[in-house]
């Protein structure tokens, strides 16, 4: 018997966008407590081109990029009862060590997904897991947000940012967000309380007693940001490949909790997430949708840091 095939966006080296090539590959089959999952949507993270440039921690090609995934279940594996085929989904494949997502079909534990509602359409789900659930775990899992707290999320514009923005205000926050002035309305519309414009204001002169920073962007930010602390507070880095060396010293010093974390998989956050959607309380901006024979395009468009929010990829 032939095995069945899919199509996937692999690539057989690192480089730019130009690398991406559509493939076919074997279709997977799910083993016990999986399911298979027909991929509707997928998006570009900033850790999907870094990953294509530098291997990262998925290693050398070929490799399979795409963490998000909105879709519909194909099959379920023995042992499977969260799900049944049909039923519309949304999650994350397991982050950093087993991408895949740029493919017709994905494997996965039922778990690290929810059922997709009817008011998030395909695209939008494709482009919410991965960056609302790092917002999620850095502010309220290892920041412990809450009502009152002042927060200040460095690139408020971006796929991480603007939802950071906008769960911190679900908490009851007050929130300060960096970007370029062009993006502060956009930004002022998710709920921000303050803007800072980083080219032309320095944020450690605007900012004070800020309990809760959220550093997407990494180097000299972590330290720069803990100046504008109080003491007790936390700060997360997500960018764990490019912690400076003064980042904990500095935050120790003055009495701030230092993090550096991953995103994972996580059922529980991403129903809340999704409850906050459609409640009306959060939403995802598509910068772009993108058919997936246009993946280079999506790339290079992606990697230029421009875009306000995300860009999502369907299969067509």
């Known amino acids: ?44 993270n900033p850790t999907d081109f870094k990953h294509r440039a530098n291997g990262g921690f998925l290693g050398r090609p070929p ?22 085929p049909g039923d519309p989904v949304l999650g994350m494949l397991p982050y950093p060590g087993r991408a895949g997502a740029y493919a017709e079909y994905v494997v996965s534990a039922p778990r690290r997904f929810v059922r997709r509602p009817a ?30 707290d002042r927060v200040l999320v460095h690139a408020a514009a971006g796929g991480v940012g603007h939802m950071a923005v906008q769960i911190a205000k679900a908490k009851g926050a007050y929130v300060i967000g960096t970007a370029s002035a062009a993006k502060h309305d956009f930004v002022r519309s998710l709920g921000a309380d303050e803007m800072i414009d980083y080219t032309s204001e320095d944020f450690t002169e605007k900012a004070t007693d800020i309990d809760i920073v959220l550093d997407t962007i990494g180097g000299e930010h972590g330290p720069r940001s803990v100046s504008t ?21 500095r935050a120790r010093e003055r009495g701030v909790r230092p993090a550096a974390m991953l995103v994972e998989p996580d ?47 369907t299969w067509d």
């Open 1 to 44: 018997m032939t095995q069945p095939t899919m199509r996937a966006v692999s690539q057989q080296k690192l480089g730019g966008p130009e690398v991406l090539e559509q493939v076919e590959l074997p279709r997977p089959s799910p083993g016990p407590a999986e399911m298979l999952v027909r991929v509707e949507a997928t998006s570009v």
């Open 63 to 84: 490799f399979t990029l795409g963490w998000d995934v909105a879709g519909v279940v194909e099959e379920v594996g023995l042992g499977v009862a969260l799900f049944q």
């Open 119 to 148: 008011e998030i359409d395909v695209p939008h789900a494709g482009a919410l897991p991965l960056v609302s659930l790092t917002a999620w775990q850095a502010l309220v899992d290892i920041g412990n947000v809450s009502e009152g």
């Open 229 to 249: 602390m109080r003491p007790g507070g936390t700060i997360v880095t997500l960018v764990v490949s490019d912690v400076h060396p003064d980042f904990v010293p």
């Open 267 to 313: 059922h529980a956050a991403l129903r809340s997430i999704t409850e906050l959607y459609t409640a009306g309380r959060l939403r995802v901006e598509l910068a772009d949708v993108y058919p997936m024979s246009r993946v280079q395009q999506a790339h290079a468009v992606a990697e230029r840091g421009r875009t306000a929010g995300k860009i999502a990829l």
